[in-house]
């Protein structure tokens, strides 16, 4: 097995090295992400990246890694928050700052046997829209309500709770006709989000060969989901003002209004009273945005949704995966009801994925993985 360890402190770079070739790995060593990114190859079976390194961090070289390799992140207690998000994107592991190599190994090896009873298929698992919890439906209650109006709604919580399903969910009971098209504000370079929100007309810029609609116009009639509000561009946010003032938008390169009607719900993770404290968020931006705000719980405080939303993930990871029928033990259960969840949904579908691999019949306490 070829192991990548990308780390920029060359102490700690050496030191996983050297560990990992006496447990007989093959390892290549990068100083950085950037160099990593320019060599790295199909022999490459996993990547070990710490988080903070200079010129790129760990969570954007792995967006840059688009999913191509496995990922083992290896994070402080300061980035903790960042590791946690990088669970959207795909990585599966990551270990707290300091660690035993044995940790690490156990890791490894987890990996390992994931790749080779899957043979390196990757799905992507999407639970059903349960609402199991008093606090759930509270939270249901209010969308129901907003739904039919033509209010602007901003869905505030941690990351991973399900903020998408949730403006899914005041999608479909909106009785609007168009389309539901979600962007994720995050996951777009901050050059390309205008010409993606706004579209261009051929000739705009250099590329545009052809003109092409933007995201407003796809969700004519329906709704937009801004994701990650938090992460526009400032520049940026005066033009969303505006379109949402005027109810129409210009695609680059034209000067031909072109009116829209589209529902605006918008969503962040971030506190945006700090975000506006300290000029990076436009106060009357977010006014306009939320209109109506909707915070939802995680799901550490969301108990009596926890093992259902778990049973439907391993109803559909056996289903992906062609496994056998399994169960979760109720030692498993009671596991899970007692876990903190910072990655939330997302971090309950990598675990029950990962136990339904690896496991027997009866997924257990030790399958789950968790310390």
Do not use: C, W
Not at 29 to 52: C, G, P
Not at 58 to 83: C, H, M, S
Not at 148 to 162: F, Q
Not at 230 to 244: D, H, I, W, Y
Request: net charge neutral.
């Amino acid at each position: 097995m070829k192991i990548a360890v990308v780390e920029d402190d060359i102490n700690m770079r050496k030191s996983l090295s050297l560990a990992l070739k006496s447990e007989g790995y093959e390892v290549v060593e990068f100083r950085n992400a950037i160099d990593a990114l320019k060599k790295l190859d199909n022999s490459v079976d996993l990547i070990i990246s710490d988080i903070t390194m200079p010129r790129m961090d760990g969570i954007d070289f792995v967006k840059e890694l688009n999913g191509k390799y496995e990922v083992i992140l290896i994070t402080g207690n300061a980035t903790l928050n960042r590791a946690i998000e990088a669970l959207r994107l795909g990585v599966k592991d990551f270990l707290t700052k300091p660690f035993e190599i044995e940790d690490l190994i156990t890791a490894i090896e987890r990996n390992r046997k994931v790749v080779t009873k899957t043979n390196g298929k990757k799905v992507s698992v999407k639970p059903s829209f349960i609402a199991e919890d008093e606090k759930t439906k509270e939270v249901l209650e209010i969308a129901k309500k907003v739904a039919p109006t033509t209010a602007s709604v901003m869905l505030l919580g941690e990351s991973g709770v399900g903020k998408e399903e949730f403006a899914k969910f005041i999608h479909e009971n909106s009785g609007r006709s168009g389309k539901f098209i979600a962007i994720n504000m995050s996951a777009i370079p901050e050059n390309l989000i205008e010409s993606e929100l706004f579209g261009f007309e051929k000739g705009a810029f250099t590329d545009a060969s052809s003109s092409k609609p933007g995201l407003f116009e796809l969700a004519e009639g329906g709704t937009l989901f801004l994701d990650e509000i938090g992460e526009m561009p400032f520049n940026l946010q005066a033009k969303l003002l505006r379109v949402l003032q005027e109810k129409e938008i210009y695609r680059l390169g034209s000067t031909k209004a072109k009116k829209i009607d589209v529902r605006i719900i918008s969503a962040t993770n971030q506190n945006i009273d700090e975000l506006i404290k300290n000029n990076k968020f436009r106060e009357d931006l977010y006014y306009r945005l939320a209109t109506i705000p909707i915070k939802i719980p995680p799901l550490r405080e969301r108990k009596k949704d926890i093992i259902p939303i778990a049973e439907d993930i391993l109803t559909k990871t056996i289903k992906e995966y062609n496994l056998e029928e399994k169960i979760l033990s109720e030692e498993a259960k009671e596991t899970l009801l007692n876990y903190e969840f910072r990655g939330n949904i997302r971090e309950l579908i990598n675990i029950i994925e990962r136990a339904a691999i690896l496991s027997g019949k009866v997924i257990t306490k030790e399958n789950l993985f968790l310390l």
